[in-house]
């Protein structure tokens, strides 16, 4: 910077040298030693600029680092953001605005007056000569160099006039946030002086509120994947405590205790409560029959009468779920309250046993703090409480088959049919088992999880939808496969396979075809996806990254192997298509033919999209056109496209 800044001020000095040829040595030596005598301002002026850039990017890089370093939480990032933004720019204070559908609320401050602070509070809607209101409407920065002159505040904006008397603001700036265009913050840094802030300035707010949003879909994405990860390890563990419950129902040999106490010690670990306690209903009392927990002073088989002032008489005298989020606090349960107080019971949930309309039970889980449960953990413990149900239905009707049997011999028959019966409900639990794995082994994971999550095959069967087809194979395969050993055709293959299975799933694409070295992948079909053309093409250039680093592998090797993709948009036929035991998920129609004679079309490291494709896509990739082919099976030649690379600009 500091070469180019003496370029600069030689180039100037050159243009002001006196041109005539008739000029004495004495009069052409005054320019150079003027020049000398002004040299240090500007080294003052280029040491300062300098100064300035370095606290910028110190600036900056701190932001950066806090971005990085977050992990979930925005109140640090726009702290540092609002800091930088205000010491710099050399303002007197800083807001930070989120927006919400053209309402604001102030999310961070720094330095504001306290009258200000007070007024700032809460929800505000900006009115439409604000600053604030300009930058969200316009999308760009709006410099204000004396606020008392503006129409909103002669005319009594109460955000203005607030702004001006209270925070005694007079010059300002206000940038907003944009993702994809659309405000969705305000960076506001005031002066109460008026000094109008310099471009370099309102650029560096710019870059902070660029910044700004990329923190906050850092944290959105963050939470997004926390969530997720939450949600899929609760599925796992309700899954399995289930699959564990029905191995013990299915199992002839397990007695109906074994059943309800992995019922209780499951809904307490699943629900973390403080205990789960199982009540079977006799005659006009309630037994406990099963606990996990601390137990107190009520033992396994002590009997009691249900009542319906305490919970668990309601339950089972109403046959309801009965939730109550605090006992201590709530008036209608009396004698609830009175045990809350002696036992430290809090939040409290109560769900029957149904079994023919009526409740022979109820599942009670309690703890100490006031926590209610969520619909997840009461959905679980009705599930539990009907596969308890179950096992008390199939040990009573065990219990009629071997009385029956001592009782009846006679009636031989009778007893096998019962046998066959209880056997049947059993085989059809396992079959139902055996059918998610199977749909599960056989079909892609999107179309498998689908049916399982409805409970009915429908799905499969053969529909129109609009959809992006991309089709890749390699380049040179056949002439490898030719001359190489069968082993080492596998390995290849394996790697292949491993390395785009993994992207395809990324980008929650369907994979329609798997045939040695081509792979026809769907995007919108079963499950929609937003923006299928972008999903395709975002995960063809993973695609491609991922397989030039195993190209360069397989050449150190001696192996000369491409790699190219097609894609194309447009509506087909979906389906299952095979026979019991072997399905395949498959699209028909000419938008799959023109993929897959895109991909033959494209030279090594191409990804070709058709005309439809681009433009969905040619806001967020780069592409080049690349000629017009006369596809097979297509009347008119097709205009193709090469795509380069992502945008990242336009992706953020």
Not at 194 to 208: C, G, K, S, Y
Not at 483 to 496: F, K, N, Q, T, W
Not at 547 to 572: C, K, Q
Not at 633 to 640: Q, S, V, W
Request: a neutral charge; aromatic letters at 6%.
């Amino acid at each position: 910077m500091r070469g180019r800044s003496r370029a600069g001020s030689a180039k100037s000095r050159r243009r002001k040298q006196p041109t005539s040829k008739r000029a004495s040595g004495s009069e052409a030596a005054r320019p150079r030693c003027s020049s000398a005598a002004n040299q240090e301002p500007e080294v003052a002026r280029v040491k300062r600029e300098l100064a300035q850039s370095r606290q910028e990017q110190i600036a900056t890089t701190n932001v950066l680092r806090i971005i990085s370093s977050s992990s979930g939480s925005l109140g640090e990032v726009f702290e540092t953001i609002l800091e930088n933004a205000v010491r710099i720019c050399e303002a007197k204070f800083g807001i930070l605005f989120r927006v919400d559908d053209g309402v604001v609320h102030a999310v961070a401050a720094l330095g504001l007056p306290p009258a200000l602070a007070t007024f700032m509070q809460g929800r505000h809607r900006p009115g439409p000569h604000t600053a604030t209101a300009r930058a969200i409407r316009t999308g760009e920065a709006i410099h204000i160099v004396d606020f008392r002159k503006e129409k909103g505040y002669l005319e009594g904006d109460p955000m203005m006039v607030a702004g001006a008397d209270q925070g005694g603001i007079r010059t300002l700036v206000a940038v907003p946030m944009l993702k994809d265009k659309v405000p969705i913050g305000v960076i506001g840094i005031f002066r109460t002086e008026i000094r109008p802030f310099t471009d370099r300035q309102i650029a560096l707010v710019q870059n902070f509120a660029a910044q700004a949003v990329i923190a906050i879909e850092n944290t959105r994405l963050l939470n997004e994947l926390h969530q997720r990860t939450v949600d899929l390890t609760e599925s796992l563990e309700r899954q399995t405590a289930t699959s564990e419950v029905f191995q013990l129902i299915s199992s002839t040999q397990a007695p109906v205790q074994a059943v309800l106490d992995s019922v209780a010690a499951n809904a307490v670990r699943l629900c973390e409560a403080l205990h789960a306690t199982i009540y079977l209903r006799d005659s006009e009392f309630v037994v406990i029959r099963a606990h996990s927990g601390p137990l107190g002073r009520t033992p396994i088989g002590t009997r009691q009468v249900p009542h319906n002032k305490w919970v668990t008489g309601r339950v089972v005298l109403e046959g309801r779920t009965i939730h109550v989020p605090d006992l201590q606090s709530d008036d209608d349960y009396p004698e609830g309250k009175e045990i809350a107080l002696r036992l430290g019971h809090r939040t409290t949930l109560g769900v029957p046993l149904i079994s023919n309309e009526t409740a022979i039970g109820a599942i009670l889980l309690r703890r100490r703090e006031v926590r209610p449960f969520n619909d997840r953990q009461i959905a679980l413990v009705q599930n539990f409480a009907a596969q308890a149900v179950i096992a008390i239905e199939n040990a009573r009707l065990l219990k009629e088959l071997r009385e029956r049997t001592e009782q009846l011999e006679v009636q031989s028959q009778e007893v096998v049919q019962l046998n066959q019966q209880l056997e049947r409900r059993v085989a059809d639990q396992v079959g139902e088992i055996e059918r998610m794995s199977r749909l599960r082994r056989f079909l892609p994971p999107q179309v498998a999880d689908l049916i399982v999550a409805s409970g009915t095959e429908k799905q499969l069967g053969s529909h129109r939808r609009e959809i992006t087809a991309l089709f890749c194979d390699l380049r040179g395969f056949t002439g490898f496969s030719e001359s190489s050993d069968p082993e080492d055709v596998m390995a290849l293959l394996r790697d292949y396979h491993a390395a785009i299975g993994e992207i395809v799933i990324k980008y929650s694409g369907t994979l329609e075809r798997f045939a040695g070295d081509g792979v026809m992948v769907v995007f919108n079909d079963p499950v929609p996806v937003e923006n299928p053309e972008l999903q395709a093409v975002l995960m063809a250039l993973e695609m491609r990254d991922a397989i030039g680093a195993l190209i360069e592998t397989w050449r150190r090797w001696g192996h000369d192997i491409g790699f190219g993709i097609g894609i194309a948009h447009g509506f087909a036929t979906l389906g299952t298509i095979g026979f019991e035991g072997r399905f395949d998920y498959a699209a028909i129609g000419t938008v799959s033919n023109v993929a897959s004679r895109l991909c033959d079309e494209a030279k090594p490291g191409q990804i070709l999209i058709a005309p439809r494709v681009l433009t969905k896509v040619e806001n967020a990739v780069t592409v080049e056109p690349v000629g017009e082919f006369a596809l097979k099976g297509i009347r008119r030649p097709m205009m193709a496209y090469n795509v380069l690379e992502a945008s990242t600009s336009k992706l953020n």
